[in-house]
């Protein structure tokens, strides 16, 4: 989280905290993921109740991204 985010430790810190909350909820669905969080202008001004509903969603997002069959893998019929 950069300054840039927030000018205050404080407020870095409690995105920072509600991020890892809401992840340790969620640890079982994404097991096997890097993830890396990247805070967007405006998230300081969020309460906590709509930043960790916003999170939610997101982890939700991703799991189900990491459930589908990479369409990038092409099988290759050998004759």
């Known amino acids: 989280m950069s300054k840039k ?4 430790a404080v407020g870095r810190n409690r995105i920072k905290r509600l991020v890892r909350d809401s992840f340790r909820h969620h640890k079982i669905t994404l097991a096997g993921l890097d993830i890396v969080f990247l805070a ?15 999170i939610d ?12 069959p990479s369409q990038s893998k092409k099988r290759v019929h050998s004759k």
Do not use: F, M, V
């Open 5 to 8: 985010t927030d000018k205050h």
């Open 40 to 54: 967007r202008q405006g998230i300081k001004e969020l309460n906590n109740e709509i930043l960790h509903d916003r």
């Open 57 to 68: 969603k997101a982890w939700d997002q991703l799991a189900k991204k990491a459930l589908k």
